[in-house]
């Protein structure tokens, strides 16, 4: 494995709360994680997921998480505060992606973005193959790792298509602090009243 696409990521400021924040700097899986649960819930709420499996399953890595009795699982997701609205669908998605990095990558989380060196398009490629990552939610993942998280890989600003863009307030890729989330949280309300207005 190469990793040379990729550089150390600055500390994430994406939930506010510092614990949820530091796990998701240092835990790849959990950034990860995180993405696919941001859907339908606010997004630091989605984001902090992750800290709260970790802390109610006892570890946050992928073997943990795939081997986890279904049961046992959900009954985590559900504990209150839970873990996302739709706890049952999620925490089958979030298993099915575990079980997926296992099989395809050998359960590092990483090696998505960091194996064989590759460039951005390559990358949008792997993600798209993932249990609950669609096309937009692919490209919002890959800028996040250009602008946040040490990817350098050729190209990813044109995969990552808008949300790669520099001075963007578009998605979780461009939240770096309270005042940010506030900005992207008003632009994706802008976007949804002007698509209800077509």
Request: glycine share 8%.
């Amino acid at each position: 494995m190469t990793t040379s696409a990729s550089s150390a990521p600055a500390p994430l400021r994406i939930t506010d709360d510092r614990d949820a924040d530091s796990l998701l700097t240092e835990n790849p899986l959990a950034l990860l994680i995180g993405m696919l649960l941001d859907q339908q819930v606010p997004m630091e709420t989605a984001f902090a997921g992750p800290l709260k499996l970790q802390q109610r399953v006892g570890a946050l890595d992928a073997a943990t998480i795939a081997d986890q009795d279904p049961e046992q699982f959900l009954a985590a997701f559900r504990e209150t505060p839970a873990v996302h609205r739709f706890p049952k669908s999620m925490a089958e998605r979030v298993q099915k992606l575990c079980r997926q990095i296992i099989e395809d990558y050998d359960g590092d989380a990483a090696a998505l973005w960091t194996d064989g060196d590759p460039d951005g398009r390559e990358v949008l490629k792997r993600l798209k193959a993932l249990p609950g990552f669609g096309d937009q939610k692919s490209r919002i993942f890959l800028a996040l790792l250009g602008k946040q998280y040490g990817y350098t890989g050729e190209g990813w600003r044109e995969a990552a298509g808008d949300y790669g863009a520099d001075g963007t307030t578009l998605s979780v890729a461009d939240i770096t602090s309270p005042e940010s989330l506030i900005a992207v949280r008003e632009t994706k309300q802008a976007m949804k009243r002007a698509a209800k207005k077509k």
